[in-house]
């Protein structure tokens, strides 16, 4: 079945430093991608998504790209602010199959 | 942001009693989800709706039902409460299913002592 896998966390960067949260996935077809955020306290919120190959999603200084020939959609921001602290997720969903399916999530936490 | 309301925010319950959680949207949309977070799962679906009173189970959905008698509303019942189901809940919706993107509500915190 479909899978994502994302990377360990936490993670712990300085403000302005360069932020990558690795994403590949496993699935069949041509899937969807996603990034979501969860700020503490609060539901999941859509960051950016992709739909097809080479598509890249942008929102709020975040990137990532749909690599269908390594099956990843790593999140990537220039220079992190400390309002980007918060839990991270990567998802899918996928023809004929209704549910998103999520990785674990990568808990991101940026100091002054 | 998609007009969603979960109730109620916070609950705590005791084994063996039954309770129901309700998700309700103003955004008219066809699907409605019901997804538990735990630590190290991340989100997984318990059941969704594609329409009034159409339903579906998901990948967790031992010891949970649902019922959607209108269009904004899904209900989320655990009939026999167990300690394994403590866990957040989130509602979600999306306007035609598939890989369409899916809206989150604020969630509910679910104790079962």
């Known amino acids: 079945g479909d899978s994502v896998t994302q990377m360990e966390g936490p993670v712990t960067l300085s403000e302005e430093a360069f932020l990558t949260i690795n994403c590949t996935y496993t699935a069949t077809g041509y899937p969807s991608l996603f990034w979501y955020v969860q700020y503490p306290g609060e539901g999941l919120q859509l960051l950016l998504k992709?739909?097809?190959?080479?598509d890249k999603g942008s929102n709020k200084g975040f990137e990532a790209t749909y690599r269908k020939e390594t099956t990843s959609f790593h999140l990537e921001k220039g220079s992190v602010q400390v309002s980007d602290s918060a839990v991270y997720f990567c998802?899918?969903?996928?023809?004929?199959?209704?549910?998103?399916?999520f990785g674990t999530g990568t808990r991101l936490t940026i100091i002054p | 942001d998609a007009g969603i309301t979960q109730s109620p925010r916070h609950k705590v319950t005791e084994t063996g009693t039954p309770v129901t959680l309700r998700c309700h949207q103003t955004?008219?949309?066809?699907?409605m989800y019901w997804y538990r977070q735990d630590p190290g799962h991340g989100l997984r679906l318990i059941h969704y709706s594609y329409g009034v009173k159409d339903t579906d189970k998901g990948e967790v959905s031992d010891g949970y039902s649902v019922s959607r008698s209108k269009t904004e509303d899904f209900l989320l019942t655990l009939e026999s409460a167990t300690s394994s189901q403590t866990s957040v809940y989130f509602c979600?919706?999306?306007?035609?299913?598939?890989?369409?993107?899916?809206?989150f509500g604020p969630g509910t915190r679910l104790t079962v002592l």
């Open positions: 998802a899918l969903s996928n023809f004929g199959n209704e549910k998103l399916t």
């Open positions: 979600a919706i999306s306007e035609s299913g598939n890989t369409d993107t899916q809206y």
């Open positions: 992709a739909t097809k190959a080479d």
């Open positions: 955004e008219n949309h066809r699907y």
